[in-house]
Each structure stands twice: as structure tokens, then as C-alpha cells.
């Protein structure tokens, strides 16, 4: 009787460490995604011209996501045959794109928030489901999919009413890069973050 009274004792306490740590990653992955719309809506609110806001929006666009990954990702099978100068190039691009273009599309406030509807464990991912509401009574679903990277959840990939940016990348990226090469896709980058750092 007093063995099963132990190993009761000890599967109980088993659970509640698995259960803790379960709600401590689930509550990491949702500060992440709740910090960058903080960010957002900051940028939004400042007023502030187009430079302004991406120097604001920089180290939390940075630290939200885990852009070398979702550039192996929307590569597809042409990553493992770049060069390192080459990947190295591409995730520098990727990530100024992305900041150029949080930057442009969140410039301007009209009564925007955001909420947080729930977190939900995926194997080795977390989906943060959030809602934007608009200024104008509409919602935009924005779900978060994380994983962890050196020990901290990033964001790979945004579906925005129900369309993965992933996704869509992915399809885009791969067609310039078997049409045209790996260099000319970084190239075409280039010239869309010129276009929309251009914006005010």
C-alpha cells in the first residue's frame, strides 16, 4: 500500500512539472507575439515618418522572428544549394524586407488593438491565435505559429485570415529562383524594399 501511495505521489508531481512547464512555454510564446503587436501599435500611434518607425519596430522585429529558418523554408529545396555568402545575403534581405514592410503597412492609428484569443501546443510548436480589430468594427485573424530557437520562441510563419505567408513566399521565391537563379530572387528583394522604404 505504502509503494503505491509513493508512486502516486510521484506520477502526481511528474504531471504538475509537465504541466508547468507546458503553461511557462505557452505564456513565452505568447509574449512574443503580444510584445511585437505592443510594438505595432506603438508605431502606429508615434505618427512618426517611415524611418522613424522602422528604427522603432527593428529590435522587436528581430527578436520576434526566426528568420534564418523561414528562409531555409520559403527557399525550399534551392537553400542547400546556395553558398554560405549567399544565405547569409538572403536572410539580411529578408529581414529588412520584413521590417520595411511592417513599417509601411502599420504607419497610421485608427483606434487598432489587438487580442490574444488563445495559445495552443502543436508538437514542437505554439499557435498564438490573435483577432485585429479595426477602426472600422472589422476583424483580421492573425494565428502565430512558433518554434523554439537556442531556447526561445520565434515566429516562422503568419496566417493572416487563414493564408499562410509561408505558403505563399515559398511559391513565389522558388518560381524566381528555378526561372531565374538564387541571386536574381535577392536581387528583386532589394529593389522591392528600395520601393517600400520610398513610402512615408
Known amino acids: 500500500m505504502l509503494h503505491r ?4 505521489t510521484l506520477f502526481a508531481l511528474l504531471l504538475l512539472a509537465f504541466t508547468g512547464q507546458a503553461l511557462a512555454e505557452e505564456a513565452a510564446a505568447r509574449a512574443v507575439v503580444e510584445k511585437l503587436h505592443e510594438a505595432l501599435l506603438g508605431a502606429m500611434k508615434s505618427g512618426a515618418p517611415a524611418a522613424a518607425r522602422r528604427e522603432a519596430l527593428a529590435p522587436v522585429i528581430a527578436e520576434s522572428f526566426d528568420f534564418p529558418t523561414i528562409s531555409r523554408i520559403v527557399t525550399g529545396r534551392y537553400w542547400k544549394d546556395a553558398s554560405e555568402a549567399q544565405r547569409a545575403r538572403f536572410i539580411e534581405t529578408f529581414q529588412r524586407l520584413s521590417l520595411a514592410t511592417y513599417a509601411s503597412n502599420f504607419k497610421s492609428y485608427g483606434g487598432e488593438r489587438f487580442e490574444t484569443i488563445a495559445v495552443e501546443p502543436d508538437q514542437d510548436s505554439q499557435v498564438v491565435r490573435t483577432v485585429l480589430h479595426t477602426g472600422e468594427d472589422k476583424q483580421v485573424t492573425l494565428n502565430y505559429l512558433l518554434r523554439q530557437s537556442d531556447g526561445t520562441w520565434r515566429i516562422v510563419n503568419v496566417i493572416a485570415q487563414g493564408v499562410s505567408d509561408l505558403s505563399l513566399k515559398r511559391a513565389d521565391y522558388t518560381a524566381v529562383i528555378k526561372s531565374e537563379g538564387f541571386d536574381s ?16
Do not use: G, M, W, Y
Open 5 to 8: 501511495s509513493i508512486v502516486h
Open 185 to 200: 530572387l535577392v536581387n528583386r528583394l532589394d529593389k522591392k524594399i528600395a520601393e517600400t522604404e520610398q513610402n512615408p
